[in-house]
């Protein structure tokens, strides 16, 4: 059973807008979320992270916000821009931070 | 160059005939991790390694084993494969956890 959920397969945003890429866990005992980027045949690279004690993480244009109550997370990136096209995955870590579980991935295409 | 490496990166066996894919990286990492990614299922943690001889499983482990004697490498071992572990599958690795996770390129299994 998935217990991280991106709902969303794919998004397309115009280049210069806002991308809001979603993601929802079902275990309260997460406590540590992170998104990678995917390009083709290459393996996933970190993008950013937010520890369950704090609601938001910025770095340059990566917001991800972190709302707890609810199970959700989302990353914000603004402006977008064509090289953004690519597939991002969420994750969460079990308290251990030993396990991770892995959303499906949203294929994010930016249009120039 | 900082990275994690996989081999091999293609491969076409056939049911039953042991293979072994090798994961080495060479940042001196403690954690490291085998994953699998199937569509429609985004990645699953197959088994994970938190240092040297160190080792338990991920949320997929059937079929698999890994062994971890030496600190750079975490090779993924199937006794037996079967068609159902055809896949694409990634090895990465971090300094701590839970952190961010460096992944290797992939490696694309076809079992027949």
């Known amino acids: 059973d998935q217990q991280v959920k991106q709902n969303s397969p794919s998004l397309s945003v115009q280049e210069g807008r806002i991308s809001i890429l979603n993601c929802d866990y079902t275990?309260?005992?997460?406590?540590?979320f992170l998104w990678y980027k995917k390009y083709p045949a290459e393996g996933p690279t970190f993008l950013i992270s937010?520890?369950?004690?704090?609601d938001k993480n910025e770095d340059g244009r990566f917001t991800v916000f972190l709302n707890k109550s609810a199970k959700h997370l989302s990353l914000h990136i603004v402006p977008s821009q064509p090289g953004d096209s690519a597939v991002y995955f969420c994750?969460?870590?079990?308290?251990?931070?030993?396990?991770?579980?892995f959303g499906t991935g949203t294929s994010l295409t930016v249009i120039p | 160059e900082a990275q994690v490496t996989q081999n091999p990166r293609y491969l076409i066996t056939v049911t039953g005939k042991k293979l072994t894919v090798t994961c080495s990286q060479n940042?001196?990492?403690?954690?490291m991790s085998w994953y699998r990614q199937d569509p429609g299922l985004g990645l699953r943690q197959i088994y994970y390694?938190?240092?040297?001889?160190?080792?338990d499983k991920g949320d997929v482990p059937e079929g698999y084993k890994v062994s971890r004697k030496e600190k750079r490498n975490f090779p993924l071992i199937l006794e037996s494969p079967s068609p159902n572990q055809t896949s694409l599958y990634f090895c990465?690795?971090?300094?701590?956890?839970?952190?961010?996770?460096?992944f290797g390129p992939g490696t694309r299994l076809t079992v027949l």
């Open positions: 990465a690795s971090s300094f701590g956890v839970p952190g961010e996770q460096f």
């Open positions: 275990n309260s005992m997460f406590d540590y």
């Open positions: 937010i520890s369950s004690i704090k």
């Open positions: 994750a969460a870590s079990d308290p251990t931070g030993n396990q991770f579980y």
């Open positions: 940042m001196n990492h403690e954690y």
């Open positions: 390694s938190m240092n040297v001889e160190v080792t």
